[in-house]
Nanobody, 119 residues
Framework: QVQLVESGGGLVQPGGSVRLSCTASGATFSIKAMGWYRQAPGKEREMVAVIATDGFTTYADSVKGRFTVSRDNAKNTVDLQMDSLKPEDTAVYYC?????????????WGQGTQVSVSS
């Protein structure tokens, strides 16, 4: 079993910055990719940024150049640095980990943390 706990988030003005952190515990040896997803009111959950165990990153087009995902495999953490925030970035942000063998990966989710961008 893997558990994910997020921290960070809150209310920030447009153009501001926020850093989200996520710490994994439990069977962390089974974790493969980690990342962040978000869900805005009335919308489906969408991928924001994903980072593989080797550091390869993938970003949603809407956040490229503004968000940076990083991970510390020794500490079992994944962070999301969010800069130049826009009102449309307002959403609940969820930490995600892909766990298990590559032949049978399962998704584990954190509880979510709210990020609100408003003046």
């Amino acid at each position: 079993q893997v558990q994910l706990v997020e921290s960070g988030g809150g209310l920030v003005q447009p153009g501001g910055s926020v850093r989200l952190s996520c710490t994994a515990s439990g069977a962390t040896f089974s974790i493969k990719a980690m990342g962040w997803y978000r869900q805005a009111p009335g919308k489906e959950r969408e991928m924001v940024a994903v980072i593989a165990t080797d550091g390869f990153t993938t970003y949603a087009d809407s956040v490229k150049g503004r968000f940076t995902v990083s991970r510390d495999n020794a500490k079992n953490t994944v962070d999301l640095q969010m800069d130049s925030l826009k009102p449309e970035d307002t959403a609940v942000y969820y930490c995600n980990a892909q766990v298990g063998p590559y032949s049978h990966l399962m998704a584990v989710w954190g509880q979510g943390t709210q990020v609100s961008v408003s003046s």
